[in-house]
């Protein structure tokens, strides 16, 4: 990623806020200029819930360059506890933990190092939600 | 089905496989098109692009830029679905074709593996695919992937497929995709 979009997706990536449409409610990581389903100007912003449930995901063995340190790893479809949908990479799983429907949350990780601009990019993972610690 | 996982549920036989390859096609306009003695075919072609990112659509399973193509490319073409004598279907991975078939309207949104189980996509069938192997049994050398299925469009509706004829090749659709579905061109061949 470069300098300029990774600051622009800063707020996003790092603490999950964006911009929700006031007519349709779709979500907008970054804020447009028009809404991407309805066309609608008016947006608020928001902040996501940061846990959720994982819907689908798959296991990449044969990655970009970038990320080859890590293979294989996990990418998931997490919908979160408002019904927004958000892709990430899982991290912290066992093999047996990953199934879909898992609860989930969002932890801030080192996400990757970029080769030709040395940018060490952080963002958002998710793992399974605290699974000793559960509250008495 | 026992080759590695690419991506799960994704195995390696069933993605297609980068290679070199080359095709070519002749446009010629109406003037020149009589003075010609190799066969000739009418070439017809409409594009549509979606959102980057196939989980900001929507829905993901369906590539509505691929409806959308299909749907322009018949219309300016003035055939209807029927008239459809075979397939070009842009199988970049096994998922991609079913999607790609749906989306197109020729089969109902997750049947598309029926149609194929039945033997309606074979050679022989209602609606032949990928005759000439397509992307993963002839290969996908990119950019030339689009021109390859337009060229053996041509070769199916001008009787010189060989063995992969197809009878009643009056027309034959190809789709070609972008990404993800960002971006998908629909070309009608028509014998002339």
Known sequence: ?136 | MSSPFIAEPLRRLEVSGIGDGAAAVILVGERLAGKLKSPLSQLQVASATDRLNPFDRESPLRFQSVGLAVSLVLRDARLSRNEIGFIELYDATSIMAALCLESSGFADPGKSGELAARGELDLGGSLPCNTFGGLKARGHPLGATALYQIAEAHLQVTDQAGRNQVDSAGAGLAIAIGGVGATAFASIVKRV
């Open chain 1, 1 to 136: 990623m470069r300098v300029p979009s990774y600051w622009r997706n800063m707020p996003f990536i790092y603490r999950l806020s964006g911009w929700r449409c006031e007519h349709c409610g779709a979500f907008h990581p970054v804020k447009p200029l028009l809404c991407r389903r309805c066309r609608s100007r008016r947006f608020s912003a928001v902040e996501l819930p940061r846990t959720g449930r994982l819907r689908a995901y798959t296991i990449l063995r044969s990655p970009p360059k970038e990320f080859k340190d890590l293979a294989p790893y996990a990418i998931g479809l997490i919908e979160l506890d408002d019904g927004t949908r958000v892709l990430g990479q899982l991290t912290d799983f066992r093999s047996e933990e990953l199934r879909n429907g898992v609860r989930v949350e969002a932890v801030f990780r080192r996400i990757r190092v970029n080769g030709e601009e040395g940018l060490i990019e952080y963002g958002y993972k998710f793992r399974p939600v605290a699974r000793e610690a559960s509250p008495p």
